[in-house]
Nanobody, 120 residues
Framework: VQLQASGGGLAQAGDSLRLSCAASGGTFESYVMGWFRQAAGKEREFVASISRRYDTYYADSVKGRFAISRNNAENTMYLQMSSLKPEDTAVYYC???????????????WGQGTEVTVSS
C-alpha cells in the first residue's frame, strides 16, 4: 500500500489542523492505520492508531486533543488536531500494517510525512 500524508502547515498555539492520509494500491479496510511524529533531534514516536474495527488508541500526550478517524470508502485516514501546543511541532507520518501496534516496528508501510509547526 502507498500512503500520502497532507494537511500540515503553520499554526499558533490553541489552533486546530486536520491531517489526511490517502492510501492506494492495497485493501485499505484490511489495514491498521497509524500516525507517528518525529520532532527535530528526537526519535519517531507513536501518536494514534485506528484498527480495522475502528478501535482507537492515543499517546498520553495527545489524548483528549487529537482524534483519529478513517473513511474506508475514500481510502483515507484523518488526524484532527485541536488545542495545538508548540511541543506538537514535528513531521507527522502515516503508517499502515495488517497487524499494527504502537511502535514504529509494528508498521510496514509509511507515507512521506507532513510538517506541522506550532508557534507560541
Amino acid at each position: 500500500v502507498q500512503l500520502q500524508a497532507s494537511g500540515g502547515g503553520l499554526a499558533q498555539a490553541g489552533d486546530s489542523l486536520r491531517l489526511s492520509c490517502a492510501a492506494s494500491g492495497g485493501t485499505f479496510e484490511s489495514y491498521v492505520m497509524g500516525w507517528f511524529r518525529q520532532a527535530a533531534g528526537k526519535e519517531r514516536e507513536f501518536v494514534a492508531s485506528i484498527s480495522r474495527r475502528y478501535d482507537t488508541y492515543y499517546a498520553d500526550s495527545v489524548k483528549g486533543r487529537f482524534a483519529i478517524s478513517r473513511n474506508n470508502a475514500e481510502n483515507t485516514m484523518y488526524l484532527q488536531m485541536s488545542s495545538l501546543k508548540p511541543e506538537d511541532t514535528a513531521v507527522y507520518y502515516c503508517a499502515a500494517d495488517p497487524s499494527g501496534g504502537m511502535a514504529t516496528n509494528d508498521f510496514g508501510s509509511w507515507g512521506q510525512g507532513t510538517e506541522v509547526t506550532v508557534s507560541s
